[in-house]
């Protein structure tokens, strides 16, 4: 891809964020996969179950986020160490920025849509890049293994989610530094706040359990045995059910959020990885990595009523509405 000056990937972002696309700022649901080995994203109308769009990433894309208007995704690669930046309205990429790594495995995005957090699991740290700018603005060193992410509603705190260390780190956002450390497990692979931010709900994977935090005592308030390696994690939309990859035994699992205790659980693909949910809480889609597919479950019953063919090693997805 041709390098593109700051000034100019300045303008494209600025009318991006604004919303002075052409498409008017409306747009049919869509699913965004990342495609490890195809070096790309596939992006999914969640009505007609059809590609739309194959956008080329970097190295090894690894999870997708959407920005909180819509109009741009950030892609973080693995293999690359890096962020594509795409207009996520004319299925373009912008830019590709460095982001530090080694092993940039996540991206979030502040609720303001300033700030981009890129998350180095094979180091310490998490990459604080400008959006605007598409320009790399500082680092935070957490604790080993740095996995993952998630700004609270108010912006004002980040969660960082250290795999190799067994914590989540709390950092105070304006002044960059950590505050605070909620307990975990080793090789933690989801958090999944509630919507009112106080408890959060973490899948370990080596652990084989699944834990409810509470995130304003900072302790673990209860633990459920999820075996066959806990992944991808999502709530129902009125966070009754939590349903949970066992990716080992390529199965999902639906947990009672009350009980706190396993409903059901049904097989599903080829080593199964993430998980998304559709807004109105009646379809999952599950990223299939060994058959290269994203599957369309029923939450209802957990039976797969589509699939749909994406690139090679699909993991990390976003549900764009």
Known sequence: MRQLSARMI??????????????????AAEIWVANGKSANVSVIDTTSLEVIATIPADKGPHNVTISPDGKLALVANVGANSVTFIDAVGKKVLANVAAGGPRTHHVSI???????VASNMGGDTVTLIDIRLAKKIGSITTDKGALMSAYSPDGQYLYVVNAKAATISVVEEHFREVIGVLPGEKDMRAFVPTRDWLHAWVAASAADKVFLLDLVKSERIATIDVPGEPHGTVLSPDETLVYV?????????????????????????????????????????????????????????????????????????????
Not at 13 to 24: F, N, Q, Y
């Open 10 to 27: 300045w303008l494209i972002l600025t009318v991006v964020l604004l919303g002075v696309a052409s498409a008017g700022g409306s747009w």
């Open 245 to 321: 990859v066992q990716r080992r035994l390529e199965q999902v699992a639906v947990i009672d959020a009350g009980s706190r205790k396993i409903l059901k659980t049904a097989p599903i693909g080829k080593r199964p990885d993430q998980i998304a949910i559709s807004p109105d809480g009646t379809i999952l889609y599950v990223t299939s990595r060994h058959e290269n597919k994203l599957l369309i479950v029923s939450a209802t019953d957990l039976r797969v009523i589509g699939e749909v063919v994406t690139g090679k090693d699909p993991h990390g997805m976003a549900y764009r509405n």
């Open 110 to 116: 502040s609720p303001d849509g300033r700030t981009a």
